[in-house]
T-cell receptor, first 116, second 111 residues
Framework: DTEVTQTPKHLVMGMTNKKSLKCEQH?????MYWYKQKAKKPPELMFV???????INESVPSRFSPECPNSSLLNLHLHALQPEDSALYLC???????????????FGPGTRLTVL | QQPVQSPQAVILREGEDAVINCSSS?????VHWYRQKHGEAPVFLMI?????EQKGHEKISASFNEKKQQSSLYLTASQLSYSGTYFC????????????FGAGTRLAVHP
């Protein structure tokens, strides 16, 4: 399996809802990432997990809560979001937990999130 | 700090060449290049490491000037499938997998 999968593809939620985004890879990669992408903008790094431990949190509001239950799975729990959080949420993975050599990132198709 | 990409947009006819540039104000460990088509995920094209190593697709070439913290992506004999937005991503020395993307270069290839 050489791809990163994300579910759901689309999600509409109200500001009081709690929802979760799921990301999975079976390539044995040791780093996983969450990015947020607004229209016509580059992906913006949110979180990095290396060897299943949170290594980078780019000052993301606490209404976004990441979780890495195992080396293949990454979740993003959402609670009390704001309309400005509407965006494409991309998950990615890379072979190495640290940047000791080539560590290209493989992106999933993303979850299109709309917050009403 | 976000790397600076240029140009912002390029329009080509099939078969023409293009160069996309990426520069950073910080010492870099690696430069990544990705292409994103509308409504799709970014796709890996190239990675260039400090020290000269690089890895990527056969039909695409790139360079990395470590002293100037600059990278260029060379698209030769462009095809319609090359259309999309190209992002460079830079990782600082000791960046620990922290990739910061440039604003992107929109490339349109016409018949």
């Amino acid at each position: 399996d050489t791809e990163v999968t994300q579910t759901p593809k689309h999600l509409v939620m109200g500001m009081t809802n709690k929802k979760s985004l799921k990301c999975e890879q079976h390539m044995g990669h040791r780093a996983m990432y969450w990015y947020k992408q607004k229209a016509k903008k580059p992906p913006e790094l949110m979180f990095v997990y290396s060897y299943e431990k949170l290594s980078i949190n780019e000052s993301v509001p606490s209404r976004f809560s990441p979780e890495c239950p195992n080396s293949s799975l990454l979740n993003l729990h959402l609670h009390a979001l704001q309309p400005e959080d509407s965006a494409l949420y991309l998950c990615a993975s890379s072979p190495r937990g640290t940047s000791s050599s080539y560590n290209e990132q493989f992106f999933g198709p993303g979850t299109r999130l709309t917050v009403l | 700090q976000q790397p600076v990409q240029s140009p912002q947009a390029v329009i080509l006819r099939e078969g023409e060449d293009a160069v996309i540039n990426c520069s950073s104000s910080k010492a870099l460990y690696s430069v990544h290049w990705y292409r994103q088509k509308h409504g799709e995920a970014p796709v890996f094209l190239m990675i260039l490491l400090k020290g000269g190593e690089q890895k990527g697709h056969e039909k695409i070439s790139a360079s990395f000037n470590e002293k100037k913290q600059q990278s260029s992506l060379y698209l030769t004999a462009s095809q319609l499938s090359y259309s999309g937005t190209y992002f460079c991503g830079t990782e600082d020395d000791g960046g620990y997998n922290k990739l910061i993307f440039g604003a992107g270069t929109r490339l349109a290839v016409h018949p």
